[in-house]
């Protein structure tokens, strides 16, 4: 049985460029850095810098950072301010602020939790919506 999100990896084309967004821009804590390679942590997440040639995707996936209601406008401006593109408006409950690293991986802020979302849902449900 799984027990839990163990790490995330991603691809970068360059280790420095991609390490001051997660560390200096974002927050993450860094732990070590080689020259293809750095092991981050964001609280209790691994998360994982690899160098190699990055394929962005044109689908929805993404990775979605939760971040407090009271910060959320600090960190949103502050990522404005620095000129990183965003990808997509929200349209769905709770406030989120959807950008791309410097990879064109797709990231989110996100205000909110799978509570609000369901709670959301029953006011306003999508199609074909079943809970569980």
Request: with cysteine.
């Amino acid at each position: 049985m799984l027990k839990g999100l163990n790490h995330i990896t991603i691809a970068v084309n360059n280790l420095d460029e991609s390490f001051d967004f997660y560390v200096n821009l974002l927050g993450m804590t860094a732990h070590a850095k080689w020259i293809d390679g750095a092991y981050l942590t964001l609280n209790d997440l691994w998360f994982c810098l690899s160098c190699d040639t990055v394929v962005t995707s044109s689908d929805y996936s993404h990775l979605a950072f939760d971040v407090s209601a009271t910060n959320f406008e600090t960190l949103k401006s502050h990522l404005i301010n620095k000129k990183i593109k965003q990808w997509q408006v929200n349209k769905s409950e709770g406030r989120s602020f959807y950008f791309l690293d410097p990879n064109g991986h797709k990231l989110e802020l996100h205000v909110g939790s799978l509570s609000s979302r369901l709670a959301s849902l029953k006011l306003t449900p999508y199609g074909g919506l079943e809970f569980y």
